[in-house]
Structures are given as C-alpha cells and as structure tokens.
C-alpha cells in the first residue's frame, strides 16, 4: 500500500539553526500538507501546497518557515532560524483530490537545544 | 477551532467493542464525519468516514445518528495494539481543506 514517507525520523539541531524537513508524498498526489505537534498538544496545522503554490497557512507559518517541492517526489518544509518553540512531532502529508483523504506520515521529531 | 466534542479517555477490555462517541451538533449537510487514530506520537492514521448512512471497513464501523448530530465509532474486537488517542474531524465533502484536529480520546485497551 502506498504512503507517506518523511525524513530524518528524529532531527536534533541549535536553536538559530535551519533545518529541513523532507517527505515524500503518495505517487500522484496533488496536495501537500504540513501539521506539527508539540509534545502533549493537539496536531496542529501550519501549510498546505498546490500546483507550487501555498493553499492556506496558518499564524504559526510565519516567514521562517517555508515549503518547497523542489522536483517531483520530494516536498520539504525549512525552518531558517530554529527556535526552543519549535521543538515538536512535523507531519507531512498529501491526498490525491478532493474526494480523497489525507493520508499522514510517520513524522520527524524535531528537538531545538 | 473543533466542531466536535469526545470524552477525554476511555477503557475497554481486549477482545471486547469499543464504542466512541463524538458529538457533531453544528455538523452541515455537505459534512462528513471522519475518524482517525493516533498510536503514541506516529502519524494520524485514516480509519473511516461517513455522511449519513452506517459505514463498515475492515477496521472498524461508524455509526450516525439519523439527525447526524453524533456519531460512535465501534472496533469490534479490540486489541491492545488499538491503544490510541482517537479523532473525530467533520469536514466539507469534496474539499481539499486542512484538517482541524481536537483533542480527542485516548483509549486504553487492557489485558
């Protein structure tokens, strides 16, 4: 069965520090999320993506944070100037149209020091 | 914010049903009902959705209300790899809209 395939699994990093997170996205998906959760907290939402362009994103997207599909697999999310905040679970994930479900990622765990 | 209401926790003997309520009240008539599981801090995983009529998969079955203001989702015979938090989302049909997230249930299946 296809999925949603996110690396590293667990990222480690200074604060002030960029970092990208990577996913790879179901063959022949057309949307693409990004959710995060902070440990003991909801999932949250923070972008979604089409056709190269940003969706929706919400007030924690703000200009430090930016998503990229750079070819035609990989859908990344960067982080330029890691904060303590930023610590958390980020999931990836994607759905093929409208009548579809989004289908989620293992995730990669952030931890800023 | 969530435009569902579920019980913060709930028990249930392994190989028993577990039955999970949600509540839906402000629900629209072009909303689906959607569940979803979290197993410790993996990703959501999908297990059912529905509009209006009872839904069954090979995971579990939904039920809702004939006014569609609350929904149970019922895993037959529970396992003790069904511990998880569990989601009730409503969302607009045919619409590519982020998923709001509430808090959930978190169900422990014991021994």
């Known amino acids: 069965e296809p999925e949603v395939t996110q690396t590293p699994s667990h990222q480690v990093t200074q604060m002030g520090q960029e970092v990208i997170l990577r996913c790879v996205p179901i063959?022949?998906?057309?949307?693409f999320y990004w959710y995060r959760q902070i440990l003991g907290q909801k999932v949250e939402f923070l972008v979604s993506?089409?056709?190269?362009?940003?969706?929706?994103k919400s007030e924690i997207f703000d200009d430090q944070f930016s998503v990229e599909r750079p070819d035609g697999s990989n859908f990344t999310l960067k982080i330029r100037s890691t904060k303590l905040e930023d610590s958390a679970m980020y999931f990836c994930a994607s759905i093929g149209g409208a009548a579809d479900t989004q289908y989620f990622g293992p995730g990669t765990r952030l931890t800023v020091l | 914010d969530a435009k569902t209401t579920q019980p913060p926790s709930m028990d249930c003997a392994e190989g028993r049903a577990a039955n999970l309520p949600c509540n839906h009240s402000?629900?629209?008539?072009?909303?689906?009902v959607y569940w979803y599981r979290q197993i410790h801090s993996q990703g959501p995983q999908y297990i059912i959705h529905?509009?209006?009529n009872n839904e069954t998969n090979e995971m579990a079955s939904l039920i809702i209300t004939e006014d569609r203001k609350s929904s149970t989702l019922i895993l037959p015979h529970a396992t003790l790899r069904d511990t998880a938090v569990y989601y009730c989302i409503v969302r607009i049909v045919y619409n590519t809209d982020k998923l709001i997230f509430g808090t959930g249930t978190r169900l422990q299946v014991f021994p």
């Open positions: 063959s022949n998906h057309l949307y």
């Open positions: 529905g509009l209006k």
């Open positions: 993506f089409y056709n190269n362009e940003i969706s929706e």
């Open positions: 402000t629900i629209s008539g072009n909303e689906y």
